[in-house]
């Protein structure tokens, strides 16, 4: 026997093995060097492997499950190393995804955000995302790869940005090389009450929950179908199942179902408005309209018993926040807006109503072009603009138009002066011209006989061509 050591190893190297994957079991010598070796393997299971170092296996099955070993011998020489220690090798069932979106009921507009698990999260996984897409020819689905995941993604979250409508959606994930599948993810949706499509469910009597008894569901497209997906069932199903169809309206029988959301499928392959529909077997049921409402809507919801009357304090939730105790049995929300938006239920004398989903439909209200109060402001600026352009006009300076200045002499006694208006062909600023009048001080002391010495000065400008020559004076 040679010191060399064998071991098994497995390409690629992941903790577990899942039916339909390609493996490459490989008989490694340690410390073997360059020389030439020959191989034998022994396992456990169906396998019966040929005496090179790698065994391949494609599309691996249950099975292969079982231990392996192999050892080297030289060509060259008849000693050979041990057989190596047991590798096992389990083969599992092909793995499922688990798809799980938020929020379940949409506001419309909203992100959706989609989470994809899968067993064994790190083991070189990358996650594709899909949209159904309904097929009414056979009763199933379509899967639409959502933009960015041809390739998978590292994530394992997907956010939709900007949804409206119902959808639903699907995840799978792939490894390897081929790249090696999951099977697909139960779908999952996103409900809306909002009508954005061809197809559209209503109710009768439009209310989101009934006591056992038949309800009816219809349909405004030709080629449509009622879908139904309750917290019981794994998978979807139609109206054949749990009522009967009629032109386009599905009765339900009551009796049979549960809580459950129902909605259309056209033959375009759109989906309706959502509707969540609850069977009471219990005393009480909240009386919430199963179609949207409108914004500035008056909205009355109730609690209903069965037989009796109330005769204590009803409590009415939203969103499990308490917000009205009183004897009145009705919440009445006169002007309903966006933030009414959501889950209602109901309590009195120790029993509770199921919640439903209230949804808020925007109203598309014209744009005005201007207000009252717009208007006002406008006209009160332009009779404001008018009166100070009349005032402009009213003081702008004249061609001819001359200003008078006095300059005094330090003397109080002084004398005005006229002085005299010069007109020109191309005044240097403008048509106004400037008068000065001097008044010069009196002084008697130097004055014979008290005479008075008046020095008239008149300044002559004249404009010689150039631009700020202005220079000539007379005396």
Same mark, same amino acid.
């Given at each position: $026997?040679?010191?060399? +050591?064998?071991?098994?190893?497995?390409?690629?190297? !992941?903790?577990?093995?899942? #039916?339909?994957?390609?493996?490459?079991?490989?008989?490694?010598?340690?410390? %073997?060097?360059?020389?030439? !070796?020959?191989?034998?393997?022994? $396992?456990?299971?169906?396998?019966?492997?040929?005496?090179?170092?790698?065994?391949?296996?494609?599309?691996?099955?249950?099975?292969?499950? %079982?231990?392996?070993?192999?050892?080297?011998?030289?060509?060259?020489?008849?000693?050979?190393?041990? !057989?190596?220690?047991?590798?096992?090798?389990?083969?599992?069932?092909?793995?499922?995804?688990?798809?799980?979106?938020?929020? @379940?009921?949409?506001?419309?507009?909203?992100?959706?955000? *989609?989470?994809?698990?899968?067993?064994?999260?790190?083991? %070189?996984?990358?996650?594709?995302?899909?949209?159904?897409?309904?097929?009414?020819?056979?009763?199933?689905?379509?899967?639409?790869?959502?933009?960015?995941?041809?390739?998978?993604? =590292?994530?394992?979250?997907?956010?939709?940005?900007?949804?409206?409508?119902?959808?639903?959606?699907?995840?799978?994930?792939?490894?390897?090389?081929?790249?090696?599948?999951?099977?697909?993810?139960?779908?999952?949706?996103?409900?809306?009450?909002?009508? &954005?499509?061809?197809?559209?469910?209503?109710?009768?009597?439009?209310?989101?929950?009934?006591?056992?008894?038949?309800?009816?569901?219809?349909?405004?497209?030709?080629?449509? #179908?009622?879908?139904? *997906?309750?917290?019981?069932?794994?998978?979807?199903?139609?109206?054949?199942?749990?009522?009967?169809?009629?032109?386009?309206?599905?009765?339900?029988?009551?009796?049979?179902?549960?809580?459950?959301?129902?909605?259309?499928?056209?033959?375009?392959?759109?989906?309706?408005?959502?509707?969540?529909?609850?069977?009471?077997?219990?005393?009480?049921?909240?009386?919430?309209?199963?179609?949207?409402?409108?914004?500035?809507?008056?909205?009355?919801?109730?609690?209903? *018993?069965?037989?009796?009357?109330?005769?204590?304090?009803?409590?009415?939730?939203?969103?499990? +926040?308490?917000?009205?105790?009183?004897?009145? !049995?009705?919440?009445?929300?006169?002007?309903?807006?966006?933030?009414? /938006?959501?889950?209602?239920?109901?309590?009195?004398?120790?029993?509770? @109503?199921?919640?439903?989903?209230? @949804?808020?439909?925007?109203?598309?209200?014209? =744009?005005?072009?201007?207000?009252?109060? *717009?208007?006002?402001?406008?006209?009160?600026?332009?009779?404001?603009?008018?009166?100070?352009?009349?005032?402009?006009?009213?003081?702008?300076?004249?061609?001819?138009?001359?200003?008078? #200045?006095?300059?005094?002499?330090?003397?109080?006694?002084?004398?005005?002066?006229?002085?005299?208006?010069?007109?020109?062909?191309?005044?240097?600023?403008?048509?106004?011209?400037?008068?000065?009048?001097?008044? &010069?001080? /009196?002084?008697?002391? &130097?004055?014979?006989?008290?005479?008075?010495?008046?020095?008239?000065?008149?300044? =002559?400008? +004249? &404009?010689? %061509?150039?631009?700020? /020559?202005?220079?000539?004076?007379?005396?």
């Amino acid at each position: $026997t040679v010191p060399n +050591k064998a071991v098994v190893t497995l390409q690629p190297n !992941w903790s577990e093995i899942y #039916r339909g994957e390609t493996i490459t079991l490989r008989c490694e010598i340690k410390d %073997g060097g360059d020389t030439e !070796w020959e191989y034998e393997w022994r $396992t456990t299971s169906s396998e019966k492997p040929s005496n090179q170092n790698e065994l391949s296996i494609r599309s691996v099955s249950a099975s292969h499950s %079982g231990v392996y070993r192999c050892k080297g011998r030289k060509k060259s020489e008849k000693s050979s190393t041990d !057989w190596s220690d047991p590798f096992k090798l389990t083969v599992s069932d092909k793995p499922q995804s688990v798809l799980t979106v938020s929020p @379940s009921w949409l506001s419309a507009g909203a992100s959706v955000t *989609l989470n994809c698990s899968v067993k064994d999260q790190s083991a %070189g996984w990358r996650i594709y995302w899909y949209k159904t897409v309904p097929d009414p020819s056979d009763n199933s689905y379509s899967y639409e790869l959502l933009p960015g995941s041809s390739s998978g993604t =590292e994530q394992d979250s997907y956010i939709v940005h900007g949804q409206t409508h119902t959808a639903g959606y699907v995840c799978r994930a792939g490894r390897g090389d081929p790249v090696y599948y999951t099977d697909y993810s139960q779908p999952k949706f996103v409900w809306s009450a909002d009508f &954005h499509s061809s197809a559209s469910l209503t109710v009768s009597p439009d209310r989101a929950q009934h006591f056992t008894s038949d309800s009816v569901c219809e349909g405004n497209s030709t080629e449509w #179908r009622v879908k139904r *997906l309750s917290p019981e069932d794994r998978y979807l199903s139609d109206c054949t199942a749990w009522g009967t169809m009629t032109g386009s309206t599905c009765k339900l029988n009551t009796n049979w179902l549960s809580d459950a959301v129902y909605w259309c499928e056209s033959g375009s392959g759109e989906f309706s408005n959502a509707v969540n529909i609850t069977i009471q077997n219990k005393n009480m049921i909240l009386l919430s309209p199963a179609r949207p409402v409108t914004e500035g809507d008056s909205v009355s919801l109730s609690c209903k *018993l069965r037989r009796q009357t109330f005769d204590f304090i009803v409590f009415f939730y939203h969103n499990e +926040k308490l917000i009205q105790s009183d004897t009145r !049995w009705e919440l009445n929300i006169s002007a309903v807006s966006k933030s009414d /938006e959501g889950f209602y239920k109901c309590q009195h004398s120790g029993q509770e @109503s199921a919640q439903s989903w209230m @949804s808020v439909q925007a109203v598309s209200r014209p =744009e005005r072009s201007s207000s009252p109060v *717009l208007l006002i402001v406008g006209l009160i600026c332009g009779i404001v603009l008018i009166i100070l352009l009349l005032l402009l006009y009213r003081y702008r300076p004249s061609k001819d138009t001359c200003f008078k #200045r006095p300059i005094q002499s330090e003397s109080s006694n002084t004398d005005q002066n006229e002085a005299q208006c010069n007109e020109y062909s191309s005044p240097p600023h403008g048509d106004v011209c400037l008068y000065e009048s001097i008044k &010069h001080s /009196e002084d008697t002391e &130097h004055v014979a006989g008290g005479s008075q010495d008046v020095t008239y000065s008149s300044i =002559e400008l +004249k &404009h010689f %061509g150039k631009k700020g /020559e202005y220079s000539k004076y007379r005396k």
